[in-house]
Nanobody, 124 residues
């Protein structure tokens, strides 16, 4: 029943920006949790950012602090990830996640639902 659809990925040069969107259905973004994760080829999926929209609590992995911002729009039931000053090491498939079970919000095992992902490629 829960469907998460990511969009906004693409190819960009280092230093550029992209804004990813996660449109949710069967899951209410309002007063709830959404996370962003990424997975590069040959590497494990890692947490990038997460938000609790009820109190606007946000978390970011150290490597993206100051560059990425997670926001939401309750009317559109959508969560966004604004990515600025992109680096080649940001290249990955980006996924949004829903149904946080508590604990570390940047830990993959703490989320129950996942989208199909959107590809982000950053060239040097």
């Amino acid at each position: 029943q829960v469907q998460l659809l990511e969009s906004g990925g693409g190819s960009v040069q280092a230093g550029g920006s992209l804004r990813l969107a996660c449109a949710a259905s069967g899951y209410t973004v309002r007063r709830n949790h959404i996370g962003w994760f990424r997975q590069a080829p040959g590497k494990e999926r890692e947490g990038v950012a997460a938000i609790y929209t009820g109190g606007i609590n946000t978390h970011y992995t150290d490597s993206v602090k100051g560059r990425f911002t997670i926001t939401h729009d309750n009317a559109k039931n959508t969560v966004y990830l604004q990515m600025n000053s992109l680096k080649p090491e940001d290249t990955a498939m980006y996924y949004c996640a829903a149904q946080f079970r508590g604990g570390d919000p940047l830990a993959r095992s703490r989320w129950d639902y996942w989208g199909q992902g959107t590809q982000v490629t950053v060239s040097s």
